[in-house]
């Protein structure tokens, strides 16, 4: 299972905590993740990499009431349009598409990713695949708090709520 | 759309004869064929060819009533397992399998796949990629002659229906 816990920071201030910590800088990527409307706690995605040129088609299962765990499978796909054409003739109907910038760090099991998501802000995933949630999320705690970062800065809804949950959204631009 | 038409064939006498036309010999893939339930018309499968270690997932619409007529897109994927796995999470119920053994020869613009199908026997499915049906119809059936092949060595049926209409389908062996 994939444990993650997501807090809203400020990108610069925090990628410097990350690195003092220790963590090893694993590259980054350009992401636009087109989600498809499925019922609550599912979720469909056509992921666009664009600097590395690549696409993936991910599926989620929100395993948990806060979004903190998952279950996740994802397979690389040649073509993004030909993927979404195939959806859409599966019956699948486009709802959001997420734009955002990642920064990622590793450090032992932990895997920090750092995104710059276009309309929302700066967030840092921090992220355990294990299969014992509790000791995952202590670790992650113990690590968020060696980053300053606390309850207060924790961002329980997914991208997409956020998105559909701002003033302007649905208004063409 | 993609006109084809499939006719029962002995395979080795029909393979002289596509060669006798001056058809160019393109390759052969051992593909293994996981269909999925779909309404009627409508087909999803996952392709593995088993000797080019190669995964397509393809999704085609039947377009007319003899089952000649298709819309058809396909897309490479990273790993048949996991892309099945998707699938399933998503509500696909898998169907049946095809495997065969397949044969490709090109003249112009037509194709020629002669399919040794497990279970089912030998078949030619000769093939052109048009906007005209008719057209595409007319020099099927003018190369389909040249062969020696006539009506009633078509076979309009699916090979998934044709499976499911032996007398042992669905028994445990």
Known sequence: MEIEIKFRVSLNEIRKRIEALGAEFVGEEIQEDLYFALPSKRLLRIRRIVNLNE????Y?????????????????????????????H?????????????????????TFELNQV????????????????????????KIAEA???????????????MLKELPKYGQKE
Not at 120 to 133: H, K, P, Q, S, T
Not at 153 to 158: C, F, K, S, T, Y
């Open 118 to 141: 276009e309309k929302l802000g700066d967030f840092l995933d921090i992220e355990i695949i294990a299969d014992n949630v509790q000791e995952a999320k202590d670790k992650i705690w």
């Open 147 to 161: 980053l300053g970062l606390s309850k207060e800065d924790v961002e329980p809804r997914l991208y997409q709520e």
């Open 90 to 110: 599966l019956g699948f109907k486009e709802d959001v598409w997420i734009k955002k910038h990642r920064y990622v760090y590793k450090l032992g099991d932990v």
């Open 55 to 58: 696409v993936i088609l991910g």
């Open 60 to 88: 989620k299962e929100i395993k948990d009431e806060k979004n903190e765990e998952f279950d996740e499978i994802e397979v690389k796909v040649e073509d993004f349009e030909r993927m979404r054409t195939i959806l859409n």
